[in-house]
């Protein structure tokens, strides 16, 4: 891995620590975290630090594998942090105790890759879960409530339909018209375009755009998918390298010059980020002996 | 409604294991006696006891009336004492009453046979905890070959 | 050799620690205040799909080893000239030992599996995650309604493979074997007794439910979110709780009629 140094036009590194008072338009907060897989065995981030703006789309990108789901879970404190702390309007989500957690958890809602809609229960049932265990609200209102959440993904008529009957971007859809029908504020999108044809990726674009316009809803969407996200996001962050590399507005890292930031918006297969897993060179595994002229390294 | 189907289904389920429970209670089951029902308890020394257990039967004319609930040995020479613990539907035994240890066919469980005693007015009848006196031991096939042996040898 | 050592240390330094998280979920599943409106409902469902659904295997499985018990029972008593103490074989080994335990086995092969795939197939969908996600307590919604099912609704079912199996013992003795009716029924009912046979039995058979559900929730909740991380957590119910219920039944015989 090269070390990123140096001036990069237009762009915040994020290599030292800012350590700055939470700012009233930034909703999230996460400050020097590190996290770890099966007890330090697997480092997955150090000491990142991001600051997600209230009522913007923020987008988190990076390779695959980087963990940026699993910032998702760190954030609705899924999972808890070695160091570090994660503040969601103002709470720090590894410190609070469970039930001041759920309460919080009522205030933000998450996308998952796969919609996890609930298989024994049709759509309306889904989306009708949340409201039902959460508010006392009677049936009438509630069915209301499912109608219009369903109106803004177009799916009113597919109500009676079970999960089972429903396409993959049918089933993202009705997914999110869960994740918004406690008005959150909010969404955690995971990889949401992924494995969706361009029709119903286009419609997932369009209906995280107007989610957020419309109900002022904080977005933070993850995924790789490059050329959809930068049409709708106000802030970027490119993680790599266990922590966040690149920062700024669409505009701006397209103007980087930053190669790890060019080779991800470009998809070019090797560069700073290895298109080969670490291992020791091939022509030492092959032929049992080192090879100096440059064989090593493919690519 | 389909939940009122699982509702019906759930309910019929428990009925099921209810009359299930009540068969095996009342048809399967000894309900005539049963512990928890009123009971008092006698006592009887014998010399051997043979295979009698606890929870053995005591019969009156080969109906049962109690059961066996304890042996232990007692005094100074260890002798075998049984508790009989015995329905208060039958409390009308005299202290000439006795008993002795049977067997319920030739390779049958040991039971307790208790033969009711005369009654007039001398003599008083059986109370909680009270012992009876005539008690008679198991037979104990080896012992019996042995007498017969011994007996053969006089001849 | 080394290497050998520390991969049994491991292996038992998992299965303490697979021990101590069934326990941590158990506790956490069934601790706190219940909420009567919510759960009733899911209790239900899960009564009927754990219980209702395994009533066919159990009468059927009952009808068949009562028959069995019967004819083989016959032969041996009647070589004695015993054959009225059929009654009281047929109901004590129903009661006491198969009744519980062949009950407990087909209820971990029906419904500990499904349970485990279910649960293990809502954790690989993120289904879990996403209650989490929206605030409701997975442990509480889905895992505690699952565990009381099971732990009612097995007792019931033994209860019933019991007294269907009486009846194919019966079947089998009397009307087909000749067995007096008579002397069928009065011998079992002088050797059968409430607390000592059909009380235990239920004992046994609440203690087996515990075990089974606990041992099928934990393995679907704690599996590995593949599909081959399902499949052998399911066949590692069958097998940990077939296994625990015979070593158990062992324990508790030793106890009650030991």
Redesign the interface.
């Known amino acids: 891995m090269p070390s990123f140094s140096g001036k990069l036009g237009g762009l915040k590194r994020k290599e030292e620590p800012v350590m700055t008072s939470a700012n009233a338009d930034d909703l999230v907060v996460i400050e020097n975290l590190d996290f770890a897989h099966n007890y330090g065995a697997k480092e997955v981030f150090n000491g990142l630090n991001m600051k997600i703006p209230r009522g913007k789309i923020t987008a988190v990108m990076g390779p695959s594998g980087i963990g940026k789901t699993t910032l998702l879970r760190l954030i609705g404190g899924q999972l808890k942090p070695q160091k570090g702390s994660i503040k969601f309007a103002g709470h720090n989500i590894p410190e609070l105790s469970r039930s001041d957690l759920y309460e919080q958890r009522k205030r933000m809602s998450m996308l998952f890759q796969s919609g996890a809609l609930f298989t024994d229960l049709s759509v309306f049932d889904n989306i009708a879960f949340p409201l039902r265990e959460h508010s006392d609200l009677s049936e009438e209102i509630i069915e209301t409530i499912v109608l219009l959440k369903l109106e803004a993904v177009g799916l009113r008529g597919a109500r009676h339909l079970m999960p089972a009957e429903l396409s993959g971007g049918m089933s993202r859809r009705a997914a999110l018209a869960r994740a918004i029908a406690l008005d959150p504020e909010l969404i955690m999108y995971d990889e949401p375009f992924a494995g969706q044809d361009p029709i119903s990726m286009g419609v997932i674009v369009k209906l995280i755009k107007s989610l957020n316009s419309s109900l002022g809803i904080t977005s933070v969407v993850v995924t790789h998918d490059v050329a959809e996200v930068l049409t709708i996001a106000d802030q970027v962050f490119i993680v790599a390298d266990q922590k966040v590399v690149a920062s700024g507005s669409p505009e701006e890292l397209k103007q980087s010059d930053d190669p790890l930031v060019q080779q991800f918006l470009e998809g070019e297969a090797d560069g700073p980020v290895a298109f080969h897993y670490k291992a020791p060179s091939l022509a030492k595994e092959v032929l049992g002996k080192d090879i100096n002229e440059g064989e090593g390294h493919a690519g | 409604m389909e939940s009122r189907n699982t509702q019906l289904a759930v309910g019929f389920f428990v009925i099921i294991g209810v009359l299930a429970l009540l068969f095996l209670g009342l048809r399967a089951a000894n309900t005539s006696f049963s512990a928890n029902g009123e009971t008092y308890k006698l006592y009887a020394k014998f010399d051997n006891i043979g295979g009698l257990k606890e929870r053995s039967p005591v019969k009156v004319g080969g109906v049962v009336v109690g059961r066996v609930s304890n042996i232990t040995l007692d005094g100074e020479y260890y002798e075998p004492l049984v508790e009989m613990t015995i329905s208060k539907k039958y409390d009308e035994f005299s202290n000439t009453s006795s008993v002795s240890v049977l067997t319920s066919g030739l390779l049958g469980e040991q039971y307790i046979g208790l033969s009711p005693g005369f009654i007039d007015d001398t003599v008083e009848m059986l109370d909680d905890g009270d012992y009876i006196q005539d008690t008679k031991s198991a037979l104990v096939l080896e012992d019996l070959i042995g007498q017969f042996l011994f007996s053969q040898g006089n001849d | 050799m080394l290497d050998k050592v520390a991969a049994l240390g491991k292996t038992v330094l998992d299965n303490i620690a697979g021990a101590g998280k069934a326990m941590v979920m158990l506790v956490r599943a069934l601790i706190g205040k219940p909420q009567l409106r ?1 759960s009733w ?1 899911l209790l ?2 899960q ?2 799909s754990v ?2 659904l395994s ?1 066919i295997i159990i009468i059927i499985s009952g009808l068949f080893i009562g028959m069995v018990l019967g004819l083989q029972g016959y032969k041996i008593l009647v070589d ?1 000239g015993a054959e009225q103490s059929l009654g009281p074989m047929v ?1 004590l080994s129903l ?1 006491r030992e198969l009744g519980p335990v062949v009950t407990a086995l087909l209820f971990a092969g029906r419904a500990g599996s499904a349970l485990t795939a279910e649960i293990g ?1 809502m954790k690989a ?3 879990l ?2 209650l ?6 997975p442990l509480r919604r889905v895992i505690s309604p699952r565990f009381w099912a099971g732990f009612y ?1 097995m ?3 033994a ?2 493979f ?3 199996g ?1 009846y194919g013992g019966y079947l089998v003795g009397v009307r087909w074997l000749g067995v007096d009716e008579g002397a069928f ?1 009065s011998v ?11 009380l235990n039995g239920i004992i046994k058979s609440l203690v087996f439910a515990f075990v089974v559900t606990w041992i099928a929730l934990h393995k679907g909740y704690h599996c590995v979110p593949t599909s081959v991380g399902i499949s052998r957590a399911t066949t590692s119910t069958v097998v940990t709780a077939s296994l625990a219920v015979l070593g158990l039944d062992f324990v508790l015989t030793a106890l009650m009629f030991g």
């Open positions: 919510k409902p239900m469902q009564m009927y219980g209702v009533l004695f109901a009661l197939l969908t993120e289904q995650s996403s989490e996600m929206m605030a409701v307590d609704s007792p019931l079912l209860l019933i019991s007294a269907v009486i029924w079992m009912q002088s050797n059968v007794e409430w607390g000592q046979d059909i």
